[in-house]
């Protein structure tokens, strides 16, 4: 065969032409709106407050808006949908104080009726205390909310946190307070529990918490320390269990969830004695990264900067297990998210099994979907276990909720309009075990899903969080839920 010898003008007209049709389909913006779905997907309607908006939305499976609340600020994180129809959100102040408005800052707490009218709204934060993130309502109607309390540097100190471990003059440690609502802009603070009185440390043998944290896992070590900053905790997820009378906190900067006793007194709570289980306000049980309290290596590490931890609840496939959005970290072999599930070693006391001086259980991961280069949001997300037994999982910062089945097959896909960029991934695999992995998808499939370089994209659909409720959930009982959009 012979070829044809082309001039260097012609090679330069052909290159061009290439580089035109790459760099087209590099900027082909990813596909909005549901762009997959099957019969096997979960019925029922989908509650998003996107990070950026002063809106919360109720899909429906076909990603139409079929309900809607104007409210007044930004999310401060969560929202939910309550059976009376009402909407009970964490909303933004207006004065952050000391915390900064971009790392969870809440300190609103809200609900709003089914047509949208403001009926609870009250400030939960001061120049010392902020709530944030996460709120939990109770089957009594107070709500649960986690609070930063701020404390100076002569505090923590006292404490017995490392003055070399200090960075300023204030370290963030948390808080769990029940609020009663009380008329349209009051609560009563009913219940609470402070970190401050659960914390061990080996630094300063004259404080009366000195102890080896190994020999501790009920209390946190308050000289344990990721990164530098006064939020040394995050929390970042509450959760109750009502048949154990227990709340599940979670923290991304730990890399670890903590549940305690809620059936203690405010009093008993602040000590390691008293509630049905007899251990007053300490950790029942902590999961996720043994090196909390010296009971493991970083090869034994679970959990990456997670989200969302809770129990699966009562009826629905894993009942009484853990579920959580295990997000990754960037940068390193975990680069990448996956919804995992864990099986608590509960006793019928209520209290969890561990063999003298090892790690709480399990060693392994009872479940887990993941996707590596493709699933990936570094912060905040969340999973949720669907009453057909496929999960709902929301990939906050690449603006995407999908439903995968037991077994791992993508049922539905859905991007969240006004999206959020982020930079190329790495696709080396985490180094753990995985029980359930993902099927292959079809290539214009991966390309819808993740979201091409270079794009400049405004950061409006971003999602801390989405929850689906049944066609049957009480809330929609004579409603109009006819698409509105």
Not at 97 to 126: E, M, R, V
Not at 203 to 216: Q, V
Request: hydrophobic fraction near 35%; proline fraction near 7%.
């Amino acid at each position: 065969m012979r070829l044809r010898a082309c001039c260097p003008k012609s090679i330069l007209i052909v290159l061009l032409l290439v580089a035109a049709v790459v760099s087209a389909q590099e900027k082909k913006p990813p596909q909005l709106g549901v762009f997959k779905t099957t019969e096997d997907v979960c019925p029922g309607y989908i509650l998003i407050s996107p990070l950026s908006a002063q809106k919360s939305f109720l899909l429906d499976t076909a990603g139409r808006v079929v309900h809607s609340w104007q409210t007044d600020r930004k999310p401060g994180q969560a929202s939910y949908l309550l059976e009376d129809g009402s909407l009970l959100r964490a909303g933004k102040v207006d004065n952050f104080f000391q915390f900064p408005s971009t790392t969870g800052s809440g300190g609103q707490i809200q609900k709003y009726d089914w047509d949208g009218n403001l009926i609870w709204d009250f400030a939960a934060s001061s120049a010392y205390r902020m709530s944030h993130h996460d709120i939990e309502p109770l089957p009594n109607g107070n709500v649960l909310c986690i609070v930063w309390e701020s404390y100076q540097r002569t505090v923590a100190v006292d404490a017995g946190r490392n003055p070399n471990r200090l960075t300023g003059d204030v370290l963030w440690l948390e808080a769990i307070f029940e609020l009663k609502p009380k008329g349209l802009n009051g609560a009563d603070v009913v219940w609470k529990w402070s970190l401050l009185n659960h914390v061990v440390q080996d630094w300063d043998e004259s404080k009366e918490n000195y102890g080896n944290p190994a020999d501790h896992p009920e209390l946190v070590d308050i000289n344990y320390m990721l990164r530098p900053v006064p939020d040394w905790v995050h929390m970042n997820s509450i959760d109750y269990n009502e048949e154990l009378d227990q709340i599940m906190v979670g923290s991304r900067t730990l890399s670890e969830f903590w549940i305690i006793d809620h059936s203690t007194t405010t009093e008993e709570a602040k000590g390691h004695t008293g509630g049905k289980r007899g251990r007053g306000g300490d950790l029942l049980y902590r999961w996720g990264n043994a090196q909390t309290y010296r009971r493991g290596t970083i090869d034994d590490r679970k959990l990456f900067s997670q989200h969302d931890a809770h129990w699966i609840p009562k009826g629905l496939q894993g009942a009484g297990n853990v579920l959580l959005f295990n997000n990754g970290m960037q940068n390193s072999d975990q680069d990448f998210s996956s919804a995992d599930e864990i099986k608590l070693p509960v006793l019928d006391n209520g209290t969890y099994h561990r063999k003298p001086d090892v790690a709480f259980g399990p060693a392994e991961i009872d479940w887990t979907y993941e996707y590596p280069g493709e699933l990936f949001s570094p912060r905040i997300s969340g999973a949720q276990r669907l009453p057909n037994g496929n999960t709902l999982i929301c990939s906050g910062t690449q603006h995407l909720l999908l439903e995968v089945t037991r077994d791992a097959e993508i049922v539905w896909m859905y991007r969240n309009p006004k999206r959020f960029h982020h930079p190329p991934r790495s696709e080396q695999p985490r180094n753990r075990k995985t029980t359930a992995l993902p099927a292959d998808l079809p290539q214009a499939e991966l390309d819808a899903m993740r979201i091409p370089g270079g794009i400049p994209l405004e950061d409006g659909g971003t999602m801390f969080r989405a929850i689906k409720y049944p066609p049957d959930f009480p809330a929609f009982r004579n409603r109009d839920l006819s698409p509105k959009l």
